[in-house]
């Protein structure tokens, strides 16, 4: 069983910067693909970013070379750097874990999730 907390939601101006964080609970976390997803109002919830245990990333066409994954597995954190944000990229913001190393971009692969952190961009 693995719980998530994220924090570092809140209001920015487009082309700022935010950082969110995810702490995890549970025994399996260093093994355990991670990923932040997001959900605008209205809209369904879409990958942003996915981090295997090792530190190998990847992201969405949408947030590439804007925001940046990372973890430390000592801590159980899981990090969300973004730059140069859009009003577009104003959404909730959620940290998920995968039972294993294998991570994908559906929804349906993480079966742990965190309650969600909002962040809103302005113009």
């Known amino acids: 069983q693995v719980t998530l907390v994220e924090s570092g939601g809140g209001s920015v101006q487009a082309g700022g910067s935010r950082r969110l964080s995810c702490t995890a609970s549970?025994?399996?976390?260093?093994?355990?693909?991670m990923a932040w997803f997001r959900q605008a109002p209205g809209k369904e919830r879409d990958f942003v970013a996915g981090?295997?245990?090792?530190?190998?990333?990847n992201y969405a066409d949408s947030v590439k070379g804007r925001f940046t994954a990372s973890r430390d597995n000592a801590k159980k954190t899981v990090d969300l750097q973004m730059n140069s944000l859009k009003p577009e990229d104003t959404a909730v913001y959620y940290c998920?874990?995968?039972?294993?190393?294998?991570?994908?971009?559906?929804?349906?692969?993480?079966?742990?999730w965190g309650q969600g952190t909002q962040v809103t961009v302005s113009s």
């Open positions: 998920a874990a995968a039972r294993g190393d294998f991570g994908g971009r559906f929804v349906t692969d993480y079966p742990y």
């Open positions: 549970g025994r399996s976390f260093s093994l355990s693909a």
């Open positions: 981090i295997s245990w090792s530190g190998r990333t």
